[in-house]
């Protein structure tokens, strides 16, 4: 267990700097975009496309649950996509500012990420038997992956105020094409794995599994509740236009509040390792929501710098929290020898809620609520407080009965 999560730690922190939609590259490609004349509705739209691997998930767990590569389900193909990983950043830090060929390899990213990710999604649930067990997984999972968003964030900003928009996202580049080499190593001494080969017999069970988790009710409904958890128009890309063309904060302090933001998320880790691992699974659903929807509201106060730092912060303990009880819920109704499957499926789900959600909260803001930003945040945060009235459905008292 000690190996696993600091095996854990060492991939989502690579995932932290090296991924796309908020990683050290995000803030110069955000940047970029902007300077040259692209539209909240453009931006959004282009990190939907960034996104598109997230919601696909489902298919990298299907071929890792049914085709060994080298004799492993799991360590070849993370040490695979992290050398791709690897090639597709150092190609973008090579180019000068070829734009399409940028945009191809950026995707490029994108897939290996989500193959990552859903490769440790299935180890998650392989190797968590109890909610208290799964929480202490997602809790290092997304603590350490939230250290290493507020170094990119800072890292970012920096790089977005000394180099030009086309320099400051190859500088960001080629420090991305750096950290899947962590991963690499982790997999190869840390990662314990049984070898595992292709049979009859072994297809069968595992297809068996997978039908099994198709059909299942309870899986359904989870999947019903992420969605709808994980969908309240968002924000993001409307509210870096207002900080930089409104409020004129500087390219720094922007990467700084996004920094803010992540040191919030690691707040709401160690919260939830010190403390709130106690409380059920159908009470900490409950403290998320009703959290998050403090935290977006929150976003209504906004004025000046103070104001930005504090509810930034406040809106990562909440987001932490959230996910931990909704990655919790998900890991924990995986059906065995399935994993990859079920996991990346249910994760598919509240990435194409999150998807949904950006590009609805940008259209909303440039199309119907004429750039004003404090419209979309009381849409967001009531449509968050609605989640409340689904968390009956899961009847999750039985399972702490």
């Known amino acids: 267990m000690r190996r696993l999560m600091l095996f854990f730690a060492i991939v989502y ?17 955000s940047y970029y975009l902007k300077v040259r004349g692209w539209t909240p509705v453009d931006v959004t739209a282009f990190f939907a496309l960034l996104n598109f691997p997230w919601v696909i998930k489902p298919v990298f767990g299907l071929v890792s649950d049914f085709v060994p590569l080298l004799g492993y389900r799991r360590k070849s193909y993370l040490i695979l996509s992290s050398l791709v990983a690897v090639g597709a950043y150092a190609g973008i830090a090579w180019l000068s500012d070829a734009q399409g060929s ?11 990420m989500a193959v990552s990710s859903t490769l440790c999604g299935a180890l998650l649930a392989e190797n968590s038997s109890s909610f208290e067990e799964g929480g202490a997984l997602v809790g290092q999972q997304w603590l350490w992956f939230n250290i290493a968003v507020m170094a990119s964030a800072l890292a970012g900003g920096a790089l977005v105020e000394l180099r030009s928009p086309a320099g ?31 049979d009859r017999a072994e297809l069968k069970r595992t297809l068996a599994s997978i039908v099994a988790a198709v059909k299942s009710r309870r899986l359904w409904l989870v999947a019903g509740f992420l969605f709808l958890y994980a969908f309240a128009p968002g924000f993001g890309t409307p509210l870096y236009y207002h ?3 409104t409020l004129q904060f500087s390219q720094a302090y922007i990467g700084m509040l996004a920094s803010i933001a992540s040191a919030g998320w690691i707040a709401g880790g160690l ?49 932490m929290i959230a996910t931990i009880a909704s990655l919790t819920l998900a890991a924990h109704y995986c059906p065995p020898r399935a994993e990859g ?24 803001y440039e199309r119907v609520f004429g750039n004003q930003l404090a419209p979309l945040i009381i ?7 609605l989640a409340a009235v689904l968390v009956p459905l899961l009847r999750l008292e039985r399972e702490t009965e």
């Open 243 to 245: 900080m930089t063309d």
């Open 13 to 29: 922190a690579v995932e932290g700097i090296g991924q796309g939609r908020v990683g050290i590259i995000y803030q110069p490609l």
């Open 379 to 385: 849409v967001s945060a009531a449509t968050t407080a």
């Open 168 to 198: 400051a996202v190859r500088w960001a580049a080629a420090i991305a094409a750096i950290a899947p080499i962590a991963v690499i190593a982790g997999s190869l001494l840390l990662l314990d794995e049984t070898r595992a080969r292709v």
């Open 341 to 364: 499957f079920a996991f990346a499926g249910l994760m598919s789900v509240m990435n194409l809620a999150d998807v949904a959600s950006s590009n609805v909260g940008a259209f909303l």
């Open 271 to 319: 919260l939830h390792r010190w403390v709130l691992w106690r409380i059920g699974p159908k009470a900490m659903l409950y403290l998320g929501i009703v959290l998050g929807t403090l935290a977006t509201a929150a976003f209504l106060l906004l004025e000046g710098e103070l104001s930005a730092a504090l509810v930034n912060f406040a809106s990562g303990v909440a987001a």
């Open 102 to 112: 940028t945009a191809v390899l950026l995707v490029l990213t994108a897939y290996a």
